[in-house]
């Protein structure tokens, strides 16, 4: 199948590199030229324009920071046309950037109206995930197209879910990473009140894992340096999932607890000590890292 994939961060790039892996046709363009000479490395082709890249794709993947970018992209800004208004043929778009809902809807119906199928489909699973190929991906959008999506989408993830119909996979993901946002800050702050008061952070965590205490971030992804030895915390909290993306989401989350008039007292709570850390030049490091607001010893 021919893919065209636009998008190369740390997430984007080992997702295409999955696509060939599985043996599709893929074409990639990213504005940074060093992404695309490491896909082209993987048996990628390179273009030199997001258009370039579509032209006779059968699937469009992105994988952009933000709504901003994906507007533009397929909509278009400042005078420039977006590929919906240039694409040849009908391809089927999933869009796996986390936006906000309405973003995705805007784009879908833009879409729709072009008889162009758009799914959105944010994922979870972070960096390691992506490269091995089993992220979960959350979409949103119609039932034939997200058929459709399914082998594409199981080159790359292991959990595919179709949350309901356009901009559900947004609400979904950023329910999902509210949640995370708590659980993260929730067990750095526990680690640090068990080690302050003596306990091994290992053996606690531990405790805690087998515990009604445990959660992800305890299974797979401590915070504690040198308790878990790849996740993030043991390698200066390099790589992963960065703290200012974390800040993105839980903004999201906000935004749309605003729109809706629901009550989210956690995930406030989350979105201010996370804003405080990135506050505190912490912003390109992993999300893990809030360990460090809880522990006055730690060195920045």
């Not at 998008?7 to 504005?31: C, E, Q, R, Y």
């Not at 784009?107 to 072009?114: C, F, K, S």
């Not at 607890?257 to 030049?281: C, I, T, Y």
């Amino acid at each position: 199948m021919h893919i065209a994939f636009i998008g190369l961060g740390n997430m984007g790039s080992p997702m295409a590199i999955n696509l060939v892996k599985a043996g599709h046709d893929v074409t990639v363009f990213d504005l940074v030229e060093s992404s695309m000479r490491q896909l082209e490395s993987e048996g990628a082709r390179s273009a030199s324009s997001a258009m370039e890249a579509v032209h006779g794709a059968e699937v469009i993947v992105s994988m952009l920071p933000a709504g901003v970018h994906v507007r533009g992209l397929y909509l278009g800004r400042e005078g420039q046309a977006g590929l919906l208004d240039q694409i040849d043929g009908q391809p089927l778009i999933i869009d796996a950037s986390t936006i906000a809902p309405e973003d995705a809807r805007i784009v879908a119906e833009a879409a729709r109206q072009r008889g162009i199928e758009f799914l959105d489909a944010p994922v979870s699973g972070g960096v390691g995930g992506a490269k091995a190929g089993t992220l979960t991906f959350i979409v949103g959008g119609p039932e034939a197209a997200f058929q459709q999506a399914r082998p594409v989408l199981e080159a790359m993830g292991k959990n595919i879910f179709l949350a309901g119909e356009a901009g559900a996979g947004q609400v979904a993901k950023i329910c999902n990473n509210m949640l995370l946002g708590i659980l993260m800050s929730g067990t750095a702050e526990a680690l640090a009140l068990g080690v302050r008061n003596g306990l091994d952070p290992a053996t606690l965590s531990e405790i805690m894992k087998q515990s009604s205490g445990g959660n992800w971030a305890l299974n797979v992804y401590n915070p504690w340096p040198g308790v878990m030895e790849n996740a993030p915390a043991s390698k200066d909290y390099q790589g992963g999932f960065l703290v200012d993306l974390m800040m993105k989401d839980l903004g999201l989350a906000w935004d749309l607890a605003l729109d809706s008039k629901a009550a989210v007292p956690m995930g406030s709570e989350a979105r201010n000590l996370f804003a405080l850390h990135a506050a505190q030049g912490n912003g390109r490091l992993d999300f893990s890292s809030i360990q460090r607001l809880y522990r006055s010893d730690m060195p920045e």
